[in-house]
C-alpha cells in the first residue's frame, strides 16, 4: 500500500470549515507537511508540524497530529472559494538525503 | 529569498523529438533538486533527485535523464519524447531533510 494516503475529493459550502485527513505508515517520520496546488501552478507550502508537536495553528489553518495513529489533518476556517485546490500531505524525516513522500493529493471543492 | 525558475512554461512537441526542460534556483546554495512529473492533475511522481554537481539519482526507468551541470540549474531531457511523456513536470529544491519549495512547472504534451 501506500506509504501516505488521502481521500481523493472533499466538497464543502462556502463558510463551513473543511477537514482534510491524512494518514502515513513511518513512524519514523520527523515532519509532515501540507501542500496546496492550485490548478495549472506548483505547490505551495502551506504549513508544517513537527511530530513531537500535536497541534498547529496558523491563522484559518490547523494542523492536528495523532502520531499513535499516525493521523495528520488540515482544517480549514470559513472556507472560501479561493481554496479550491489539490492538498498534498508529505512526510519526511530527518537524514541528509531523505526524500519526502507525498500522498496523491486531496481535491477540495467549494461551492458558494 | 530564495526563488526557483522553471521554463517553458507549456511545450508541444512530436513524438520523437529530444526534450530540454531547465530549472534553476537562487538564493541558496548546495540544495537538494528534484524533478517530478504530475498526470492529469493527480500525484507526484518522483523521477530524478540530485544532492550535488554531477549527481543524480534515477527513480523510475524511462527514456528521460537528467544533468546537474552547475549548483544551481537541473535539466531533465530526453532524447526521443513518447506520448506517455506527456504531463506536467516539477522542478523543486530543499535544504536537505526539510521542505520542498516547487516551482511553477512545464505542461508538456507530446503529439
Known amino acids: 500500500g501506500e506509504d501516505v494516503e488521502q481521500s481523493l475529493f472533499l466538497s464543502v459550502r462556502e463558510g463551513d470549515s473543511s477537514v482534510i485527513n491524512c494518514t502515513y505508515t513511518d513512524s519514523s517520520s520527523t515532519y509532515l507537511y501540507w501542500y496546496k496546488q492550485e490548478p495549472g501552478a506548483g505547490l505551495q507550502l502551506l504549513t508544517y508540524?513537527?511530530?513531537?508537536?500535536d497541534m498547529k495553528q496558523d491563522q484559518r489553518l490547523t494542523v492536528l497530529l495523532n502520531k499513535k495513529d499516525k493521523h495528520l489533518s488540515l482544517r480549514i476556517a470559513d472556507t472560501q472559494t479561493g481554496d479550491s485546490a489539490i492538498y498534498f500531505c508529505?512526510?519526511?524525516?530527518?537524514?541528509?538525503?531523505?526524500?519526502?513522500?507525498f500522498g496523491r493529493g486531496t481535491s477540495l471543492i467549494v461551492h458558494p | 529569498s530564495q526563488t526557483i525558475h522553471q521554463w517553458p512554461a507549456t511545450l508541444v512537441q512530436p513524438v520523437g523529438s529530444p526534450l530540454s526542460l531547465e530549472c534553476t534556483v537562487e538564493g541558496t546554495s548546495n540544495p537538494n533538486l528534484y524533478w517530478y512529473r504530475q498526470a492529469a492533475g493527480r500525484g507526484l511522481q518522483l523521477l530524478f533527485y540530485?544532492?550535488?554537481?554531477?549527481?543524480i539519482s534515477s527513480e523510475v526507468p524511462q527514456n528521460l535523464s537528467a544533468s546537474r551541470p552547475q549548483d544551481r540549474q537541473f535539466i531533465l531531457s530526453s532524447k526521443k519524447l513518447l506520448l506517455s511523456d506527456s504531463g506536467f513536470y516539477l522542478c523543486a529544491w530543499s535544504v536537505p531533510s526539510y521542505e520542498q519549495y516547487f516551482g511553477p512547472g512545464t505542461r508538456l504534451t507530446v503529439t
Open positions: 508540524i513537527f511530530s513531537n508537536m
Open positions: 508529505a512526510e519526511s524525516r530527518a537524514g541528509g538525503s531523505y526524500i519526502p513522500t
Open positions: 540530485s544532492v550535488g554537481i554531477g549527481q
